[in-house]
């Protein structure tokens, strides 16, 4: 059985750091495309980084752009988030999300979830 487990989150100030992370086990994400995204309160959930299993290749949304950087570790399956100077607005549960390759992580919604963790940036 396929699963996603996030940890890492937790409260930090603004202009601090967390490093998710999130362990996936089944032989079948080692192949996969590996994302996160983030649902803050009253919004929707909305896509925040992804790496490919292959090249490494990496996407950010704009808002996370040179302060996140997702990374991943084939060898254990698992993949990171390391955020850097946090904000108020990063406040969320994150969640771990794999697919196979060439998905569109802006529009299409990836086949496997984690539960999420949560992250709180106090001001």
């Known amino acids: 059985q396929e699963q996603l487990r996030e940890s890492g989150g937790g409260l930090a100030q603004a202009g601090g750091s967390l490093r998710l992370s999130c362990a996936a086990s089944g032989r079948t994400f080692t192949k996969y495309d590996l994302a996160w995204y983030r649902q803050a309160p009253g919004k929707e959930r909305e896509f925040v980084a992804a790496?490919?299993?292959?090249?490494?290749?990496?996407d950010y949304a704009v808002s996370v752009k040179g302060r996140f950087t997702i990374s991943r570790d084939n060898d254990n399956n698992t993949v990171y988030l390391q955020m850097n100077n946090l904000k108020p607005e990063d406040t969320a549960v994150y969640y771990c999300?794999?697919?196979?390759?060439?998905?569109?992580?802006?529009?299409?919604?990836?086949?496997?979830w984690g539960q999420g963790t949560q992250v709180t940036v106090s001001s």
């Open positions: 999300a794999a697919d196979m390759s060439d998905m569109d992580w802006y529009n299409e919604t990836p086949e496997y």
């Open positions: 790496i490919q299993w292959s090249s490494g290749i990496t």
